[in-house]
């Protein structure tokens, strides 16, 4: 069995076509030329700010009774913006960027090139392409989690902090007062490792084999806006139900890596016992607070990080 992958090619991105279109290629039926796809990018900025500013800030505020996220509990998305606004001012909605800022560049590395080699080494298994594919997501999914971990402890700290944004303390000061209290183990930097372990492999296994394989089974568009229509819808589709699917895990991290109800008390430890808490004391809808925002970001920053992943991987093949 040989699993071919997606690389650009005439009418859009088919299975085990490594041409890129070139200077006597760019006006052919289906291929995207620089011009066409100048558009493009402005998709990625809105990607990476949503990333990494106010948008990531918002589940954890959310989380309310008896999750002890915060003082006063947010009741919608929209309470939350008043709420963080009113008491803490616009710089509140920038609590934790520096840890998602250092995390970003080598988060994405560590996914996308973790899955490009889980699926060779994929490739040389009875596996069916389709499966293969999200178990690839799914390797990527912990290994990216591993990374990313301390940083999320430290970032959602700093979050659940209600001083205002100049009374906080910086997030390397916060990463050495994590240390130096609690260590470097799952009761310090790597506090609630397990739940980011099942957010992150759960989320990529959908995520990559949902659009690979969606992507694959959908004829291409000989027409270059609708083909990027096509993919965006199907990248956004695919941030979208990996990002309802994966949100208890979210949920669960959310609680353990933030403040305690009672302090000084261990309320939520592990992560299914956090599942199994929430779901009894606040039934299971609770298990998807903080999901309109996260969808507003991973669904349509989803579909960018996808897209940008296949051009810019089209682009080092043709010229590398």
Sequence with gaps: ????????????????????????????????????????????????????????????????????????????????????????GVFGFYKGILPPILAETPKRAVKFFTFEQYKKALNLTPLSPGVALSAAGLGSGLTEAIVVNPFEVVKVSLQANRDSFKEQPSSFAQARRIIKSDGFGLRGLNKGLTSTLGRHGVFNMIYFGFYFNVKDAIPTNPDPTLEFLRKFAIGMASGTISSCVNIPFDVAKSRIQGPQPVPGEIKYRTCFQTMALVYREEGYLALYKGLVPKIMRLGPGGAVMLLVYEYVSGWLQRNW
């Design 1 to 88: 069995m040989s699993l071919t992958w997606a690389v650009p090619g005439p009418g859009g991105f088919v299975r085990g076509n490594p041409t890129w279109p070139g200077p006597d290629q760019a006006s052919a039926p289906g291929r995207v030329t620089a011009a066409q796809s100048a558009y493009h990018f402005p998709l990625l900025a809105f990607y990476l700010l949503s990333q990494l500013y106010f948008l990531p800030i918002l589940p954890p505020k959310i989380p309310d009774p008896g999750g002890g996220a915060v003082t006063h509990p947010c009741k919608s998305l929209c309470d939350c913006f008043r709420t963080i606004f009113r008491n803490e």
